[in-house]
């Protein structure tokens, strides 16, 4: 919704407002998962927990757009097949890292 309001905005104010309220956001939802991994991980693999799921997110954030852009092209990118593909893509990206991890 908030990228939305960016994109369609013509206010320098607005477009500010509108990427902050976003970076509160993904801090929120980030520091959820941060908390997730630190009460999952035992005390002594802490350190490598977080940086697998540092390199989980760096591994994301690049490669799950392109995916998810193809996947859609051939699901068809109007409607369902793309939020579809991005699910997929979405979902597997756990598995691409535990074969790296391997």
């Known amino acids: 919704m908030l990228a939305l309001v960016m994109a ?10 509108a990427y902050l309220a ?12 941060q908390s997730a991994v630190a009460d999952a991980a035992p005390d002594a693999d802490r350190p490598r927990w977080f940086a697998f799921q ?4 760096g591994v994301a954030q690049p490669a799950v757009p392109p995916l998810a852009a193809l996947a859609g ?4 990118a109007m409607g369902a ?3 579809l593909a991005a699910g997929m ?4 990206v756990p598995f691409m890292l535990r074969r790296i991890a391997a």
């Open 8 to 17: 369609v905005t013509a206010s320098p104010a607005v477009t500010i407002g």
């Open 22 to 33: 976003c970076t509160v956001v993904n801090t929120v939802l980030l520091g959820r998962w």
């Open 54 to 57: 540092g390199s989980s997110w």
């Open 73 to 76: 092209t051939v699901a068809g």
């Open 81 to 83: 097949g793309a939020f």
């Open 89 to 92: 893509d979405f979902l597997a």
